[in-house]
């Protein structure tokens, strides 16, 4: 009966790439939301009998007022690389799920989008201001390239005296 390989960094892998999915997942969900509120607020506004040329002309002269203040630039880069970030947190947690018993060259790829999550988080953190929950949000990525690094340098045992790679 062959034994059951598991990987060192089986664990550090699969329980944060099972968070993300779940969490990414979630975050997605509200955005849609977020969007469908909108467009359906954008709707029942016309079907109000509201002038809409006028109302985008006092929209888009706010935003304008709005998009000449440094801040907002950072609050607007920081949204869309968040934004970015839930994306590659769903893509990272599936192949971090995917392949957490894999050690060696697969694990390149963990490592890769482990590494690419944290710069994000702390480009993020450093966008957004310093802020606790900033923080705890980079404890996922941290464990996942403990784990990606774990596979990366492990080798499988030897299966009838030949190393398996």
Known sequence: MPVKYKAPGKGFLQVPGILMIVFSSILILILLLGATVLGSVGAMAG????DMAEAMEELMDGAQVMLDNPTVHREVLALGLGMIMIVLNLISGIVG??????????????????????SGGVLSLALSGFAWSGLLGLVLPILYTIGACLNLFARRPARDGVPVQ
């Open 47 to 50: 079907l109000a009998d509201v």
């Open 97 to 118: 799920t995917a392949l957490c018993n894999k050690p060696g060259g697969p694990a390149v790829v963990c490592l890769l989008f482990g590494l690419i999550l944290l």
